[in-house]
């Protein structure tokens, strides 16, 4: 069964360092998502891909957060500098199409981030 | 107001009973709404979606979606130890494009 990849699982960092995320959405899916869930919340929208363009970043602090996914394929998620309000759970999700009543994410395994 | 609110819980049934999972919205507008099941430390896994008004049966799982209320609930029947979980609801809003989801409910199977 396709899956979608996200790779480290768990990363410790120090604030004020730099880290990425990596995501492989299941083959064919062109929307790709990045979320933030905190503990005890929900996941949270960070930025949403169509292919290789942004159709949502509204709520990525873009001053510390970056996101790309040049060839319309795989993503990566960065973070500099990291702060201690960044440890959460970073979760990828992909689907086939958005906007439709059928519409359906899949997630991948998620990395979660402890920043000390 | 949230966009989507659930009771956080922990909803606690016993083994065998059916557990209630309710969830109420507040974009009139949106079309369709999602319930994941999510396992502590693990991603969220899509249980089912509903869109028109009514019930949705799936095995164990009915969804049930009234809009003129704006609120959408799951029902879990013979609930399991293993359906312990945090069930969140997600509904699909900005004009069909976004999905929010809500703070999710722990529900706890005891035996």
């Known amino acids: 069964e396709a899956e979608v990849a996200q790779s480290p699982r768990y990363k410790i960092t120090e604030k004020s360092q730099a880290v990425a995320f990596w995501c492989d959405p299941i083959?064919?899916?062109?929307?790709l998502y990045w979320y933030r869930q905190i503990l005890g919340q929900g996941p949270e929208l960070l930025v949403q891909?169509?292919?290789?363009?942004?159709?949502?970043d509204s709520q990525l602090p873009k001053d510390r957060f970056s996101a790309e996914r040049l060839k319309g394929v795989d993503s990566t998620l960065k973070i500099q500098p990291a702060e201690l309000g960044d440890s959460a759970m970073y979760l990828c999700?992909?689907?086939?199409?958005?906007?439709?009543?059928?519409?359906?994410?899949?997630f991948g395994p998620g990395t979660r981030l402890t920043v000390t | 107001q949230k966009e989507v609110e659930q009771n956080s819980g922990p909803l606690s049934v016993p083994e065998g009973a059916i557990a209630s999972l309710n969830c109420t919205y507040s974009?009139?507008?949106?079309?369709?709404f999602f319930w994941y099941r999510q396992y502590s430390g693990k991603s969220p896994e899509l249980i089912m979606f509903?869109?028109?008004?009514g019930d949705k049966e799936d095995g164990r799982f009915t969804a049930q979606l009234n809009k003129a209320s704006q609120y959408v609930s799951l029902l879990i029947r013979d609930s399991q130890p293993s359906d312990s979980a945090t069930y969140l609801c997600?509904?699909?809003?900005?004009?069909?494009?976004?999905?929010?989801f809500g703070t999710g409910t722990q529900l706890k199977v005891e035996l």
């Open positions: 999700a992909s689907s086939l199409i958005f906007g439709t009543p059928s519409y359906e994410q899949y």
């Open positions: 509903i869109y028109s008004n």
């Open positions: 083959s064919g899916h062109a929307t």
């Open positions: 997600a509904v699909l809003t900005g004009g069909g494009n976004k999905l929010t």
């Open positions: 891909f169509q292919d290789e363009s942004v159709v949502d």
């Open positions: 974009d009139r507008g949106s079309q369709s």
